[in-house]
Each structure stands twice: as C-alpha cells, then as structure tokens.
C-alpha cells in the first residue's frame, strides 16, 4: 500500500484533483472491485458509489457481460480505423441503435471517445455545416453559466464555470456566455440569452449549448417550460440547438435522453458516459435530418476531422451490450422509480433538517443544497466548506457523493447507479441523513 500511494504522488497526475492534497494526504483512496452500487477498496472498506463514479456507470460495477463482449470484439477485431470510409460492423450497429433511440430528426452520428471531444466535435461540424451554406460569419457559440461541457479547449470555453477557464490562459474567441434559468427563471435566461445574441450580432450565431439539466453546475434542474421557450428562440434566429446529453443521456433521468421531459428535439445531441456506462470510453455527436442532408449536398472533398478513436469496435461492442442491459432489464424505468423514492427521501429531510435549502431531482440526477438560513435565502460563509464537510461525513459513511460549491453554493450531489434497489435508496437516505446532522450539530 505504502509503495503504491508513494508512486501515485510521483508520477500519478490526477484529473480533476488538488495537486496539494495528493502530495500532502496521498491517494484519497485505492480502488479494487466494483459491483453493482458498490465499490470496495484495497483495505476492504465498502462504498455506495452514489456518484456512479463520474455520473457515469449507470449500470453498475462488476457487469461481467459487459467483458465479454469486448473479449469476443477484441479476438475478432480489437481495432480498425473509420477513416477514409473504412468501416466495420459493430460501429455500424451502434450508429444505427442509438438513432433509433435518440428523438425522431436525429439520425447521423459522428463517433468519439468521450464527452469534451463530443462537443469540440459538435462545435466544429457546426461551423462547417453554417461555412459550406455561404456564411462562415455565424461562428460563435451562445451557452449557460454555470453549464459544465468539458476540458477540452471548445468545451472548456463554452463551460459557464470560471473555476475551469484558468488553466486555459485564454478562452477560444467566439464563445459568449448568458444566465442559467436555475436563478434566472424561463424568462430571464431568455432575455439574457436574447441580450447576448443581439449584442454580438445574429448574424454570427452558429449555435445555443445547453445541458437538459446543468449536472457538474450542481444539478441545476430548469422551469418546465425552459426548452420549448429556448426552441422557439433558436428557431427565430435560425440557430442550431445542441443539447449536451453527456450526463442525462441513456436513462439518467428516468427517459432514455433528459430532453424527453421538454418534448423538444434539438439540432445536434452529444452523448458519452451512460452509453458504455464507462466500461469503455466512447462519446459521440448525433446530427438532425437536415443537418446531415446539408452535409451530405454540400460538404466537398474530406471532412477534415476525425479522432483515431472515432468509431472503435470494441467501444461499439461494448455499448451495444450496455444499451442491451439497459433495455432488458428496464432501468430507465428503474431511475425513474427509484428517482422519485429518492427525491421523495430528500423532501423528507428538508422537513426536519433546518440547513437544507432546496431538494430536487428528476430521475437518478439529484441534489440537496444547504443554507445557513432557508427562509432568508441565506447561504453559509464559503470558508466553512459545509458541503465539503457533508461530503467527508458521507465518507466515513462509506457514501461517495460530489460537492459543488462554485459561487458560494453548498450543493451535495447524487447521481447512483441505475439498478439501485428500494432498500439502497433508503440505506443511501439514512446516511444523508446523518452526515448532514453530524455537520449541522458542527456549525452550531
Ligand atoms: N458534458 C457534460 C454535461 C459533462 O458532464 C461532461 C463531463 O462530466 C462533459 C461534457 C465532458 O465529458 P468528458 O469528461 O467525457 O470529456
């Protein structure tokens, strides 16, 4: 153990991790088996992984099946490229899965390795499509405060979390930011959306990027009315609707895609995560009819972008098993279920525990945000790092969940595994339940 902690700290470069803390503490902790909601570490110590580690392994740790198929994949073909129109038949299967899934107009997908490059993806094959239709001026992306859609150097711009612009030195020109509708409301982020288009100028608006539920942001659930109101803005200035379906695609929210609850469909959809529940890295971008058609008419000599990973078959494989699990054994059904037992669990708390200051959720996406005074709409003092101190509670616990306290918020985040069970749920809820106690006794 020893040897290992002291090898991570020397040549072990975390993600998303404070360089100090690994110096100073080592590894947090060491990870070595995982099954269904839990996970279980090198000492032995056993964890509800009510984060499905990175919102991710919605069908839980341990799927055997799930090895199978990339076993069978890599003894028949591990690897060959999708470049130059080479193509292979689990690519070919997966493309044509998730277009029967995904909303009605979206039907073409270009395939990645994960959710920033899906974006970056997304932005630049908006560009193109507004380039080769004679006006390369829109080229500007509008997004959301407070929206997370990755690292990359187009998402890290288009994320709406400062925190996540300084490594870059400088944002990429072309990317303008509005208010979210969690503070705003529907009316407010349109306006302010309006503002900003008008501001820039139209004519230079390639696309809107918006995450159905802002997840990283704090779980950040809109007004019901949000997406209609935004399709429509789209619409009057003809700009193309992504919707950045990383975290709240493949049954996350109790749908198969978190847009499903607005009954709007979007331009462009990009996807990574639930889609090999992280058994394997794959992310994507699913174009409209009309998009691919433009694309298809005018889009001469070769489409200059493409990772050597685009369209991996084993990655293929490997989805197409998950999705299969995800449907045979209901589990959009099962996070809708287990979602509403959960949010329910949370309204509970609110109830009897003074520092809770909001509870939502739609599916297995949810969040608690703590305030030192509700009624005022009062939050603690950052220094107090309350919902830091609730995740270290949980942890001791054995609950791993996610804090996000960008801009003085306090927000504790929930995103389990979707074959979480009834009694999970409620394990899971008692020991909320006393974290957030053992916290608020703290602070008084
Ligand atoms: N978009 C959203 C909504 C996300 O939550 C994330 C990651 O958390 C990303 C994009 C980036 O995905 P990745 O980390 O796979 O690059």
């Known amino acids: 153990m020893d040897q290992l902690i002291e090898w991570d700290k020397k040549h072990f470069i975390h993600?998303?991790?404070?360089?100090?803390?690994?110096?100073?503490?080592?590894?947090?902790?060491?990870?070595?088996?995982g099954e269904g909601i839990y996970l279980t570490d090198k000492n032995g110590k056993k964890y509800i992984d009510a984060m499905s580690s990175l919102w991710n392994v919605n069908i839980g740790h341990g799927r055997k099946e799930l090895g199978e198929a990339a076993r069978q994949q890599m003894d028949q073909l591990a690897f060959s490229s999708a470049f130059s129109t080479f193509s292979h038949e689990p690519t070919i299967q997966?493309?044509?899965?998730?277009?029967?899934?995904?909303?009605?107009?979206l039907n073409a997908i270009f395939f990645t390795s994960g959710g920033s490059e899906s974006n970056d993806s997304a932005f630049k094959l908006v560009r193109h499509y507004w380039r080769i239709q004679g006006q390369p001026e829109r080229n500007k992306i509008v997004s959301l405060k407070r929206g997370y859609h990755g690292v990359a150097a187009g998402a890290t711009s288009a994320t709406g979390i400062p925190e996540f612009w300084d490594m870059a030195g400088q944002l990429q020109s072309g990317f303008v930011h509005a208010a979210t509708p969690y503070w705003e409301g529907t009316?407010?982020?349109?306006?302010?959306?309006?503002?900003?288009?008008?501001?820039?100028?139209?004519?230079?608006?390639?696309?809107f990027i918006a995450e159905p539920i802002q997840g990283a942001g704090g779980v950040l659930v809109p007004p019901s009315d949000y997406f209609q109101e935004i399709r429509k803005l789209c619409d009057d200035y003809g700009i193309v609707f992504i919707a950045d379906e990383v975290i709240t695609g493949f049954g996350r929210t109790g749908t198969m895609f978190g847009l499903e609850h607005s009954g709007v469909q979007p331009d462009m959809m990009t996807f990574a995560k639930g889609v090999t529940s992280g058994y394997f890295p794959l992310g994507g971008v699913i174009v409209s009819d009309q998009i691919h058609g433009v694309l298809k008419e005018k889009s001469m000599g070769t489409l200059f972008h493409g990772f050597t990973y685009s369209g991996h078959p084993t990655a293929a494989a490997v989805a197409l098993k998950n999705i299969e699990i995800i449907e045979k054994e209901g589990l959009v059904e099962n996070s809708r279920k287990m979602g509403e037992l959960l949010l329910e669990g949370f309204k509970k708390l609110k109830a009897d525990l003074q520092i809770i200051g909001d509870v939502r959720g739609v599916g297995l996406l949810g969040a608690v945000e703590l305030m030192e005074d509700p009624s005022a709409n009062k939050r603690f003092s950052p220094e107090l790092k309350v919902a830091g101190k609730v995740i270290e509670a949980l942890h001791q616990r054995g609950v791993i969940c996610r804090a996000v306290a960008y801009e003085g918020t306090d927000i504790i985040c929930f995103s389990p595994p979707l074959v979480i069970k009834e009694e999970?749920?409620?394990t899971l809820l008692e020991k909320l339940r006393e974290a957030i106690s053992e916290v608020a006794q703290e602070l008084s």
Do not use: H, M
């Open 15 to 33: 993600p998303t991790s404070s360089i100090r803390d690994q110096q100073e503490k080592g590894a947090k902790v060491i990870f070595e088996k």
């Open 94 to 105: 997966l493309a044509k899965k998730i277009a029967d899934l995904a909303p009605s107009n």
């Open 187 to 207: 009316q407010g982020s349109i306006k302010s959306i309006r503002e900003v288009i008008e501001a820039e100028g139209p004519e230079t608006i390639a696309a």
């Open 424 to 426: 999970e749920v409620k």
